[in-house]
């Protein structure tokens, strides 16, 4: 049997979506649920309130849930309203109704320390599951939401699979009539809801609000069911054409059922405390004191750890990279620290203080890059403290062969003129949907015509365990980025402008004994995605496939796309099909085999995206192999009518063949041609397809903006 990892708190408001989550969530080998929790308003006449969280019709049906299921029902009487509208909750705010969900939850984990959990019946409002996500992460607590992004005749049909018997207790939306549909069962009305969803439009499990449910039994009821006795109807609205309605129900009968007596009633438990306070977000460590030594290179006073750093700013694109080095052992903490206070100062300084506090809530995209994979919690840990928790970046995260005695590099992508346009997707909860991202950072961020999408690894939603088996795990690591794509809003075969698949070599020899390469795997995945869209766009993503020492939870794989919203950078209404060049070039050198690669993605007079892998037996004439890719550089530039001026951001990457003086040589041509930060990452091996093994890839994307034309 799997370990218990969670004891669940269910919120229930007596519907249907709750109590199917909390059914769900008792399912689970490694969990159970403890109790229950419910808000209620506070005066116990009152029906329905004006919330934006809580269902409270049929509330006074609530507290018999104790009974029926031989649970403890935690009941808060709501005191706020909804105050706080914005989409994202943060730490709260003082007479917001959530603070009264935040009220009642500390009190069942006070009085149940085995309470370590919460579910959820949260579909598809990222209003509601935020502010769980929120208060659960205040209290400690994993947030559950079983039913998140299931389809909507999906919930009605595991409603019924699963025996739920709930009636219709408020109608409001065209199709339903509150004389005729109230009090009938999701069972009787079924039918009904999906033609009114078919007819116009809205949700047939009535997730925009066209109706709420009482359960009145359930596999969960255990001990008892109820037995509705005494209704009124109380019509809202007479439009002729979306009138509305709600039932109050006057009398109940609690219903044994059989064996059910051997079975204790569960307690209704009033909350009556306040809502605990909300600590203050983790705070850093000690400020460090740095020392200049070299341009680009600071001391951290005391110790040995030495910070490189590189900044640049290209219109409203900020690039930054820090390696930290030190040859002491087990200074990883110290490295990371370092890293983001010099990065605070680097950022302050470009931008001024007002500009650099704005700015670190528009990261768009983070790399983490470690010597060692199993330094991950201690650098995580300080990530925290330093990256904004409420719509942070993306991440991907790998370990690979820092140069010398790094220890940790960190690079962060700003996009300064992101505006409202800036949507990040953070889901905390686990779920069949997507892999959560417990932390400060999201599944992806939208912002200005691109979205950034986390590094996917092959891990079971619903558990964040690695699925086994190379194929297996790697095909999970596919869903789970078409999964965040779809949600982003811009598919991955359809939209995906540049994608970097990840390989760990710690399984090469696992690989050589089953006869799969992981790249190759995930490359006839993401091909498989690709044929299944429709893509309409004539050209084809920009691909990178690199080699790590390894990846987080020793994954196999790792996959994380930059894709294409609307029509991309700058984009306007006019149709974009793109255009796409593949050129193998053979280079005259030492070597028969010397060979340059490259593609690109542009539209004309708005953006590129480019890729140039060189691959040589051994790199000798770098002048000849530097005049060739810069060479490449400026022709694509010039096919998508951009100068040097444009070019925001580059990557190079290089095999172990290749040292550091070499790359930097290149690195170094590169940043006097065009006035850029070059990211340079060491790899085991990268190429642009899985075929073609490079000594070098480079990355380049340019676009033009309303600051920098």
Known sequence: MPERRYACAALVSGGKDGVLAAIETSRRADATVACLVNLCPRDAATRELDSHCFQTVAHECVGAFAACAGLDVYRRRIEGRSKAL?????????????????????AAKRERPDVNSVCSGAILSDYQRLRVEAVCASLGLTSLAPLWRVEQREVLRRVEAEGVDARLVKVAAMGLDPGKHLGMSIADARETLIRVEDEYGSHCAGEGGEFETLVVDCPMFA????????????????????PSGHLVIDAFDVVLKEKGGEIAPGRVIWVEDDAPRVRASATASATLEFTAETEGCVAVTGTTCRVHHTI????????????????????????????????????????????????????????????????????????????????????????????????????????LDGGNERKSLHVQSLSSWAPACIGPYGQSIRVNGLAYVAGQIGMEPTTLDLVP???AQLDRAMASAVAVADI???????????????????????????GVHPANVMSASFERVVAQSGRRFLWRPTTTYLTVTDLPKNAIGEIAPTLLVGTGPLGDEESFDGEETLVRESVRGDS?????ESTSVRRPGRFLQCSISVKRAVLKSDELTNGHILARIALYLGEAELTASHVSTCRLYHNLSVDSALSETL????????????????????GLTPATAADVVIEIFARRDDRHT
């Open 592 to 596: 028969a085999c010397d060979v340059m």
């Open 469 to 471: 088996g190379i194929v």
């Open 312 to 415: 640049g700013l290209v219109g409203s694109i900020l690039s930054v990279s820090l390696r930290a080095a030190d040859p002491a052992s087990e200074t990883h903490e110290t490295c990371a620290e370092a890293i983001f206070q010099t990065m605070r100062a680097l950022v302050a300084e470009k931008l001024g203080e007002d500009g650099a506090t704005e700015a670190w809530r528009n990261v768009a995209m983070t790399h983490v890059y470690l010597d060692d994979m199993s330094q991950f919690a201690t650098v995580n840990g300080v990530y925290s403290r330093y990256m904004p928790p409420v719509a942070p970046s993306a991440r991907a995260c790998v370990a690979t062969c820092l140069p010398g005695d790094a220890k940790v590099q960190i690079d962060c992508l700003f996009i």
């Open 223 to 242: 001990r008892a069911s109820l037995a509705i006795t005494e209704t009124r109807t109380v019509k809202t609205s007479e439009d002729r054409f979306a």
């Open 667 to 686: 690195a170094s041509a590169i940043r006097r041609l065009y006035d850029v930060p070059i990211i340079v990452v060491p790899v085991v091996a990268c």
């Open 86 to 106: 914005g989409l994202e909750y943060g730490d709260g705010e003082e007479g917001d109704e959530v603070e009264d969900l935040r009220a009642a939850l500390a």
């Open 488 to 514: 982003t809003g811009a598919p991955l075969g359809e939209r995906a402008l540049a994608v970097t698949f990840y390989t760990s070599a710690k399984y090469n020899a696992d690989y050589e004994a089953e």
